[in-house]
């Protein structure tokens, strides 16, 4: 059961949005030196070695079950190789910024398709209408005017890869859920190695037309896997073991704003009214789906206590 959040976790909450915030950052330095299957299989692969490093400290072993790998396979597919790939390609055509921001719907994708996958998760008048203005703001920030030329607006389909990414994340934390309680450290290690696995023919390929590398695009590389990758990794572990997913929830809100702030004055990025708008759309939707079932049951309790109440009174 979650527990009640105390200083040490709001620092966690903290450090772990700057690094998930600053990663599109990071992504757009290496991407100056690498192609995307490279950088996505790099920063895995470093990452893979923070965790097994740490699990090897706390005497945990990886499955040694075949079937135990399939789950972690799928996982590694849809949570590490195909959005870290899409986030990567997204970047060549639109700023940092605007991906962090397109990314941030994915809590609305969550809860849209738990009501078809998940028992009980049922898509409530608040969440439906959290959606749609989600839905509102990616459309505003894209703009109607986008939707024109599509087979050479690589701006569009910049945006659009960043809403795959993010909508694979989001069927990767339905299928998580579906696979019910298991070792979390366990199973994102195990994911981790297989994504490494995963990545490496494509980054293999590519790799003879890397030219020599950046200092700083190698040193973004090296960052995103120590540290929005795997440090993010063990951080989120332990705000989900301690005071649970309601709480980590925040960060959903955060983390937008700090890759505005990032591209805006680390690599002099334009925002542009329509995006701030668009952004506020997909914050409110994403707080309207989230709070509003909360506030529905605080309320229908709050009722039957007053009934109760009166019947004793009475």
């Known amino acids: 059961m979650p527990r009640a959040a105390h200083l040490g976790d709001w620092l966690t909450l903290s450090v772990l949005t700057m690094l998930w915030g600053t990663a599109f950052f990071f992504n757009e330095l290496a991407l ?35 079937g135990a790998w399939v789950p972690m396979i799928i996982l590694a597919i849809l949570g590490n190789v195909l959005p870290f790939r899409l986030i990567a390609w997204a970047q060549n055509h639109i700023d940092s910024s ?51 030329g599509l087979s050479d607006n690589m701006t569009l389909w910049g945006a659009l890869a960043a809403l795959g990414a993010a909508f694979s994340y989001s069927v990767s934390s339905i299928y998580a859920r579906r696979l019910g309680a298991t070792d979390v450290v366990q199973l994102s290690a195990g994911m981790l190695l ?55 929830s925040i960060v959903n809100y955060l983390v937008p704003v700090v890759a505005v702030v990032a591209g805006a004055l680390l690599l002099d990025e334009s925002v542009s009214s329509s995006i701030f708008a ?13 709070l509003g079932g909360r506030a529905s049951r605080f309320l229908v309790g709050w009722q039957s206590a007053v009934q109760r109440t009166r019947i004793v009174t009475d």
């Open 32 to 66: 100056a030196s690498f192609p995307p299957s490279v950088l996505v299989a790099g920063r895995i692969v470093i990452a893979t070695t923070v965790l097994l490093v740490y699990m090897w400290g706390k005497g945990i072993k990886l499955p040694t079950r075949g």
């Open 278 to 290: 668009g952004m506020a759309l997909i914050l409110f939707g994403i707080a309207l789906s989230e």
């Open 98 to 148: 605007l991906a962090g921001i397109l990314m941030s719907v994915m809590p609305l994708f969550v809860l849209t398709l738990a009501h078809f996958f998940l028992p009980g998760s049922r898509l409530t008048p608040s969440r439906l209408t959290g959606f749609i203005l989600g839905f509102a703001g990616v459309v505003l920030i894209i703009g109607p005017e986008a939707l024109g």
């Open 194 to 248: 297989a994504a490494s696995l995963i990545s490496m023919p494509g980054a293999t390929a590519d790799l003879p037309i890397v030219a020599a590398p950046g200092t700083a695009a190698l040193l973004a590389v090296a960052v995103l896997g120590l540290f929005s990758t795997g440090l993010a990794t063990l951080l989120y572990f332990r705000l989900v073991q301690g005071p649970g997913p309601a709480f980590l």
